[in-house]
């Protein structure tokens, strides 16, 4: 399950945005691709200072072909409106670039990618942190937290704090918009949401 060949002979050494957008859909870096109908390529300018990074597309996503354009995304557009964010200036990418589910009848269920599949998928981040080089990387949620930072991070202990990547660059970690979707206590916990966007935006405007 862990052997995946991993996505780095697949991603170009040049040729910015484009060129990944382009080769992203031959990569067979693990067995997602197999049984999604789309790749997700980030999306957003190549200059962009802030980048978010959720987890996996999701089943509108994959259908679609574009990053957070479900149900996660319409509560990610609202919080970022809210916290004064234009979705149009910042890059907007996931862990993972093919949608993993489980068929249940005629729904497809999200299922959480495997660490096999997050170290395969990394290439592809990587190759964005890269080109993008954004001054603040803002974590969505538990599984980009563990592509990006790590191991063992605690995000509901650690949300909205000023933290760096491994490779030194300024990021804050949240919650997964999907989780304020299904959230038992949405006002709360959108406004939370909305809070560590703000401070994102504040930590940027320092950065
Ligand atoms: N959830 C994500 O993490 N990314 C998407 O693109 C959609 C839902
Ligand atoms: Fe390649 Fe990532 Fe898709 Fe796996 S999930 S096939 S590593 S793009």
């Known amino acids: 399950m862990n052997d995946f060949t991993g996505a780095e002979q697949f991603v170009p050494p040049r040729g910015g945005l484009r060129g990944l957008r382009a080769a992203l859909p031959d990569c067979r870096g693990c067995d997602l ?4 109908e789309h790749v997700v390529p980030g999306e957003g300018p190549a200059r962009a200072r802030m980048m978010l990074i959720g987890e996996q597309p999701g089943d509108v996503e994959d ?4 990053v957070f354009v479900g149900p996660a995304g319409r509560l990610l557009d609202k919080a970022l409106d809210a916290a004064g964010i234009v979705r ?7 862990a993972v670039k093919h949608f993993r589910y489980e068929r249940r009848g005629k729904r497809r269920i999200h299922k959480t990618p495997a660490a096999g599949h997050i170290g395969a ?8 942190l890269g080109i993008v ?3 603040l990387v803002v974590v969505l949620g538990a599984v980009a937290a563990r592509a990006v930072v790590g191991t ?11 933290i760096e990547l491994p490779d030194g660059t300024p990021a804050t970690v949240t919650v997964h918009p999907s989780a304020v979707v299904r959230s038992q206590e949405f006002r709360r916990d959108f406004g939370l949401f ?3 966007l703000r401070r994102a935006v504040e930590l940027l ?3």
């Open 205 to 207: 405007r320092t950065a």
């Open 88 to 94: 149009d200036e910042v890059y907007l990418t996931n």
């Open 63 to 66: 259908k679609e072909g574009h």
């Open 194 to 196: 909305v809070e560590d």
């Open 33 to 36: 691709w197999e049984h999604a």
């Open 152 to 162: 063992g991070f605690k995000v509901t202990e650690h949300r909205g704090e000023a």
């Open 133 to 135: 080089k954004p001054a």
């Open 121 to 128: 998928c990394a290439p592809w981040l990587t190759a964005e």
